[in-house]
């Protein structure tokens, strides 16, 4: 039962994640159809920015301490560009620069959406395991396994 409950809170945190980025994008694309003005558009951005790297180190450490490591090492690897983007100051987005960085902010939340879309995937698909494998009865614990394998295999 431990293992639902850690893919069915690692399931809320990645879909929060996900929602973040694509707000971002979405602000995005606004600013550059300049529907938004620059200055609300970089407020909007930059209040989304801690929350996106804390769930997503949080969500890492979740990972790692629960032993899933693919799931803990997609998101580790994201947290250590987070922690590089930080450091570096990139993280925030200028108000006076907006629009010279919307390529680059666009292109970089695009890769953080893709990489969020394939740990979402494979969130869910843990999440569905782990429950079919618990909710079963004895003997169709095996039966499922092998039935979940098999759906790996072809996917």
């Known amino acids: 039962m431990l293992n639902v ?5 690692a399931f809320l945190a990645q879909a929060g994640l996900l929602g973040i ?15 938004v003005n620059p200055h609300d558009a970089s407020a909007a951005l930059n209040k989304w920015v801690p929350v996106e ?11 790692l301490v629960c032993g899933k490591w693919i799931a803990a090492a997609i998101h580790t690897c994201v ?10 100051r990139d993280h925030a987005v200028d108000v006076t620069e907006i629009f010279r960085q919307l ?6 939340r695009m890769i953080k959406l893709v990489i969020f879309l394939f740990a979402f995937v494979l969130i869910i698909y843990r999440l569905v395991e782990s429950a079919v494998t618990r909710l079963l009865t004895e003997e169709g614990r095996d039966t ?6 098999d759906a790996a295999v072809t996917f």
Do not use: G, H
């Open 53 to 63: 790297y804390i769930l997503n180190a949080a969500l890492a450490a979740f990972l």
């Open 103 to 108: 390529p680059k902010q666009k292109m970089m």
């Open 5 to 9: 409950l850690v893919w069915l809170l």
């Open 144 to 149: 499922a396994k092998q039935l979940l394998k």
């Open 21 to 35: 980025v694509m707000y971002s994008l979405i602000s995005l694309s606004d600013l550059e159809n300049d529907f």
């Open 79 to 88: 947290s250590l560009w987070n922690l590089r983007t930080y450091l570096q």
